[in-house]
């Protein structure tokens, strides 16, 4: 059962607004955002205000790292909406558009390959705040996993980046000791001692980097950061693991334009209602791939955010 006394017209449009009805009455969860599931203490005293003031007190926690205030009656919405916005605060991240971004603690984890909180962060301000008037074909999630761990499972969205620490192995070092420490610290198996030299299987590692600075003989002291990106994720009713592009990126900035490009690319060739991972098995993995690695999407943006501007021209 739905609203009770709502019409179906305003429960979608508050709905747009990130205000979900609690079946069967005509109150509603508002959905508040985060940047990256972090938000400040003093924001945190808003919302439990917030959720006593116009809710039922309750206040839950969504999969997306995203607040939701329950019981708010339909004619308190903008009641709501203002009082934490004092705090910074917005509800939202509904819709066939870019979602809020999410990221695991990369930034303070031991294993932690890249500042997951600060590229999340940027990610949200250049893609879900600055495609947020952008209609796609669907819903789009982005996640941020700071190592192989995936614990935020940035493989199972439209786009993940995943950090990476590719070993650097200065074999002339190598002692070919029987107890290998590299051997031993490597979680996939990939390095063993082979005729008194170490080798690396470059199809197993997962470049956690486990193994950088383990060697007492400096074998391996040093490792390139990198991000490896995967394309084509979703969880749900249907399951599918997405696929890393070939390259692992050294540059950030590279790493953002090609995930900005996937935005394009589905924007521009997807299919209204399929998901990006049937716009990508439709036109080919390798085709995307080719689209993704070059400048084509990035300098035709605006003829694919403006079709119509770019016809009157």
Same mark, same amino acid.
């Given at each position: ?69 329950? !019981?708010?009656?339909?004619? #308190? $919405? &903008? ?5 934490? /916005? ?7 991240? *509904? ?80 002692? !070919?000791?029987?107890?290998? #420490? $590299? &051997? ?5 198996? /990939? ?7 170490? *080798? ?114």
């Amino acid at each position: 059962m739905s609203a009770l006394t709502i019409s179906p017209e305003e429960v979608k449009r508050v709905k747009g607004l990130g205000f979900l009805n609690n079946k069967g009455t005509d109150n509603f969860s508002a959905r508040v955002l985060t940047v990256n599931g972090k938000i400040t203490a003093a924001q945190h005293r808003c919302i439990a205000e917030a959720a006593e003031l116009f809710g039922n007190g309750t206040i839950t926690f969504t999969t997306r790292l995203s607040i939701e205030v329950q !019981g708010i009656p339909f004619d #308190k $919405i &903008e009641d709501f909406r203002n009082y934490i /916005a004092k705090e910074g605060l917005q509800t939202g991240g *509904t819709g066939a558009k870019i979602r809020p971004v999410v990221s695991c603690k990369g930034t303070t984890c031991q294993y932690g390959r890249l500042d997951s909180f600060k590229i999340s962060e940027e990610m949200h301000h250049r893609f879900y705040e600055g495609y947020n008037g952008v209609a796609l074909p669907h819903k789009f999630k982005m996640a941020v996993g700071g190592c192989p761990n995936n614990c935020m499972k940035p493989d199972l969205n439209d786009v993940g980046i995943v950090g990476q620490l590719v070993p650097i192995h200065d074999i002339e070092k190598c002692k !070919g000791c029987k107890k290998c #420490k $590299i &051997e031993q610290v490597c979680p996939m198996h /990939a390095c063993k001692v082979v005729d008194k030299k170490i *080798t690396r299987d470059t199809s197993i590692c997962n470049n956690c980097g486990r193994c950088v600075g383990k060697c007492p003989f400096g074998v391996v002291d040093e490792g390139t950061p990198g991000y490896k990106i995967y394309v084509g994720g979703r969880w749900g009713k249907k399951i599918s693991i997405g696929k890393p592009l070939s390259k692992i990126f050294t540059d950030l900035d590279e790493a953002l334009n090609v995930i900005e490009k996937t935005i394009l690319l589905f924007k521009d060739q997807g299919i209204k209602g399929e998901r990006f991972e049937e716009t990508i098995k439709r036109i080919g993995f390798e085709n995307v791939e080719k689209q993704l690695l070059s400048d084509d999407l990035l300098n035709r943006k605006e003829e694919i955010l403006n079709p119509e501007e770019a016809l009157a021209k």
